[in-house]
C-alpha cells in the first residue's frame, strides 16, 4: 500500500517549503477520498512573502483548503487567518515573547512549539481531532535523507502534544530524499520562488531565524537590511526588561546580536570565519 494512504483523519502539516508541499501533492494523488485530510499552515508572521504566496498557490491550483491558525495570547490560543489576512511583521511572534517575558535559543526552542505545533493541535482539538474518540495521523515533511530526524521520530512516535496524534513519515516510507522533491518541482508549473544551495532553502522558515548558520543569516542581512531590524528590536526589548535576564535576553551569545550584524553589514569582512553553520530545526525545509 502507499504510505500516502490515509487510514483515517489525517493532518498535513505545511511548512510552507517544497517538501512538504510535495508530500500533500502525493496525498492528493494517493486517494480518492479526502474528507478525512485536514491541511494547516501555522503562521508566525516571520515568514517571507514568497512562502505565503506560495502556501497560497497550492490551494488555488489543487483545490485543496489549506487551514492558516496563527498564535493568539488569549484563552483560544489561536486565531484562524488567511492569505490576506494572515500577519506578515511578526506579530504572532513578537505576542509570545511578551508573553514569555524572554526570548527562545538554540536551547530553549519554545518558538517552535507555541507558534507551530501547540497551535495546530489546539485548532485540531477545537474541531475534535487530536482525541481518543478521533485520534489522528500527523503527516510529516521528513525525508529519507535525514536519519537522525527520522530516528528521533520513530521513537517518540506521537506528537510532544497529544498521544492520540501519530507521527506518520511516509516521504521515508517512500525513500523520498531531496533530490526527488527538487526533480519534481523541475516539472511543476509553480515553485516556491526562493533560491536552493545543496537542497536547503536559505531564507526558508522564519526569515532570520536564529538556528540557521552565521554566515547565512549575515548575508541574507547584508542583501536586505530591513529584515534585522524586527530581530534586533527584540533583543532590544529583551534586554530592557527588567525581568529578562541571562539567556532570555538575546536569542544567541554565541555570535554578534542582530543590531552588531546591522551595523557591520556594510563591511566587507568576513566576521563569522570561526562561526559554525545552521543547527537542525524542527521547523521544515
Keep these: 500500500m502507499s504510505p500516502y494512504k490515509m487510514s483515517g483523519t489525517t493532518v498535513v502539516s505545511s511548512s510552507g517549503g517544497r517538501t512538504s508541499a510535495y ?33 497560497q498557490e497550492c490551494p488555488d491550483r489543487w483545490g485543496v483548503p489549506i487551514v492558516w491558525p496563527e498564535f493568539r ?29 524572554y526570548l527562545p535559543n538554540p536551547v530553549t526552542r519554545f518558538c517552535t512549539i507555541d507558534l507551530k505545533i ?10 475534535g481531532c487530536s482525541t ?11 525525508r529519507a535523507d535525514e536519519p537522525r530526524r527520522v530516528a528521533k521520530i520513530r521513537h517518540r512516535k506521537t506528537t510532544s502534544e497529544s498521544k492520540h496524534a501519530t507521527m506518520v513519515m511516509p516521504l521515508e516510507d517512500a525513500g523520498v530524499g531531496v533530490q526527488g522533491v527538487t526533480d519534481f518541482w523541475k516539472g511543476q508549473p509553480f515553485d516556491l520562488m526562493l533560491p536552493t544551495i545543496n537542497g536547503r532553502t536559505l531564507e526558508g522558515n522564519c526569515d532570520l531565524c536564529f538556528l540557521k548558520g552565521a554566515k547565512q543569516v549575515y548575508s541574507i542581512i547584508a542583501s536586505d537590511r530591513q529584515k534585522a531590524e524586527w530581530w534586533a528590536r527584540m533583543e532590544r526589548t529583551a534586554k530592557s526588561s527588567s525581568s529578562t535576564t541571562g539567556d532570555g535576553a538575546l536569542f544567541r551569545f554565541d555570535r554578534p546580536s542582530y543590531q552588531q550584524m546591522l551595523d557591520y553589514s556594510d563591511t566587507q569582512f568576513d566576521m563569522f570565519a570561526d562561526h559554525d553553520e545552521a543547527i537542525a530545526c524542527v521547523c521544515g525545509d
Design 23 to 55: 508530500m500533500l501533492r502525493q496525498v492528493l494523488d494517493n486517494n480518492v477520498d479526502l474528507g478525512d485530510l485536514i491541511v494547516t499552515f501555522a503562521n508566525t508572521g516571520k515568514e517571507h512573502p514568497a512562502t505565503l504566496d506560495f502556501v
Design 118 to 127: 501547540r497551535v495546530i493541535h489546539k485548532y485540531l482539538r477545537k474541531v
Design 132 to 142: 481518543e474518540e478521533t485520534p489522528v495521523d500527523m503527516m510529516t515533511g521528513i
Design 73 to 101: 495570547d488569549d484563552e483560544r490560543g489561536f486565531a484562524i487567518v488567511d492569505y490576506e489576512t494572515a500577519s506578515r511583521d511578526g506579530e504572532p511572534f513578537e505576542a509570545l515573547i511578551r508573553k514569555r517575558s
